[in-house]
């Protein structure tokens, strides 16, 4: 097994991350570099271990977990209630100060379970085995952990980075076809944002990392990561570097939150937001046509996204000014002056939003106008 180690700085320590196809099998070596530990604790919630819980098992033959804990982990359930239930869970369980936690689960486990580790004991080491290809790629890098309030998403949190995260691109085959396109539109984001090859490598072999393919997953997801520890290692509380992360996601949190939250997958609306992204760089002079095309042709790959009809620009440019991510009145967006490059843009024209918001969903049409 080819085992890839990235390496992440924190303010509050060096962590690695462990990327391989069949990582999972070497858990017990991963766990023992670490240290002993008093006793192993699994937070996870039933579909994931239903899922994946055989293969972790197989990995912990000398780290018995001593309790598998179980929680929901709908969107809906990302609430203090959640922390409160897991941090009884481990304090019945009699889980102490020397006790590790595995958070086995995509990023709603690892965004909640994280968050309990920080503050059970104030504070338990923590161990996150990310089960879908956001949290592979994404989630369990960078130490964000919390939940959600009813006034908004992830209002609640602390940076607790894992002191390990171990990454299993195999984990991956029982994902519905939903989320794993939703998480190639994040990866799609991560070749625009940072790296040419990896963009033109998609381009190669999308139709093989549609099908998850061993060998180009292992690619894929190892880059990522990458990507994200190179940023993150920079720019741990998103003073500056860390922003360009959100290409695609101004447009897309609108486009999730004027909808509710119920008509797209939170990658799906990043792919539109990345379209819109890229016609919006185009349309204030900075984005070239050509890598407008390349980027738009990557992302119809995906396949068709739940469409935006009934939403209103004007009710997507509010929800952007009131994005907690825009500082004042003014709109700010992460744009793309090449593909490989990108970087925070400030008082971007409203005209050329109202543009790009215009275009976005004609794109297609407009394609098959131009060539047919
Ligand atoms: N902390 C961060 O930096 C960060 C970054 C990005 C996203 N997030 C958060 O992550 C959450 C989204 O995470 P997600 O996209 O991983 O989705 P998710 O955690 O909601 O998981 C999606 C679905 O897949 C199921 N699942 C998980 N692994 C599976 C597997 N191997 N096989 C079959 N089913 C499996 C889950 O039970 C769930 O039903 C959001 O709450 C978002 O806010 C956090
Ligand atoms: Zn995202």
């Known amino acids: 097994m080819r085992v890839r180690r990235i390496k992440v700085r924190a303010s509050s320590g060096a962590y690695e991350v462990v990327c391989a196809a069949g990582a999972v099998s070497r858990l017990d070596d991963e766990i023992?570099?670490?240290?002993?530990?008093?006793s192993v604790h699994v937070v996870t919630s039933p579909k994931v271990w239903r899922a994946v819980g055989k293969a972790v098992l197989r990995g912990?033959?000398?780290?018995?977990?001593?309790?598998?804990?179980?929680?929901?982990?709908?969107?809906?359930?990302?609430?203090m209630?959640?922390?409160?239930?897991?941090?009884?869970?481990?304090a019945r369980a009699k889980a102490d100060r020397r006790s590790l936690i595995l958070a086995v689960g995509g990023g709603v486990v690892g965004d909640v379970v994280g968050y309990a580790a920080a503050s059970y004991l104030r504070g338990v080491a923590l161990v996150q085995i990310p089960t879908t290809l956001v949290s592979q790629t994404d989630s369990s890098v960078g130490g964000k952990t919390?939940?959600?309030?009813?006034?908004g998403k992830?209002?609640?949190?602390a940076f607790y980075p894992a002191r390990l995260v171990v990454v299993d691109p195999q984990l991956l085959k029982t994902l519905s076809k939903r989320e794993f396109r939703g998480g190639l539109a994040e990866v799609?984001?991560?070749?625009?944002?940072a790296d040419a090859k990896l963009f033109e490598y998609l381009e190669e072999n999308f139709e093989r990392a549609l099908r998850r393919d061993e060998k180009v997953l292992e690619y894929l997801i190892c880059r990522s990561i990458e990507i994200k520890a190179w940023v993150v290692s920079k720019d741990e509380r998103e003073s500056g570097l860390r922003e360009i992360l959100n290409y695609g996601h101004t447009f897309g949190h609108?486009?999730?939150?004027?909808?509710?939250?119920?008509?797209?997958?939170?990658?799906?609306?990043?792919a539109w937001g990345m379209k819109c992204a890229a016609l919006l760089g185009h349309k204030i002079g900075l984005t070239r046509a050509s890598d407008v095309s390349r980027i738009v042709a990557l992302i119809e790959r995906l396949g068709p996204l739940p469409d935006w009809s009934r939403v209103s620009d004007a009710s997507l440019i509010e929800a952007m000014k009131s994005d907690k991510k825009t500082?004042?009145?003014?709109?700010?967006?992460?744009?793309?002056k090449k593909i490989g490059k990108a970087a925070t843009y400030e008082n971007v024209p409203l005209d050329a939003v109202k543009h790009a918001l215009h275009f976005a969903p004609r794109l297609h049409a407009l394609t098959e106008i131009v060539s047919g």
Do not use: C, M, W
């Not at 023992?32 to 008093?38: D, H, M, N, S, Y």
């Open 32 to 38: 023992a570099r670490l240290g002993k530990f008093t």
């Open 60 to 79: 912990l033959a000398r780290h018995k977990p001593s309790e598998v804990h179980l929680f929901d982990d709908r969107e809906a359930k990302k609430e």
């Open 81 to 90: 209630r959640s922390v409160e239930q897991i941090a009884r869970l481990l």
């Open 146 to 151: 919390g939940v959600n309030l009813p006034e």
């Open 154 to 157: 992830n209002l609640v949190g």
């Open 188 to 193: 799609i984001k991560y070749g625009i944002i």
């Open 254 to 270: 609108a486009l999730e939150s004027e909808t509710r939250y119920r008509r797209f997958q939170h990658g799906e609306a990043v």
């Open 327 to 336: 500082v004042g009145n003014k709109l700010r967006f992460v744009l793309s």
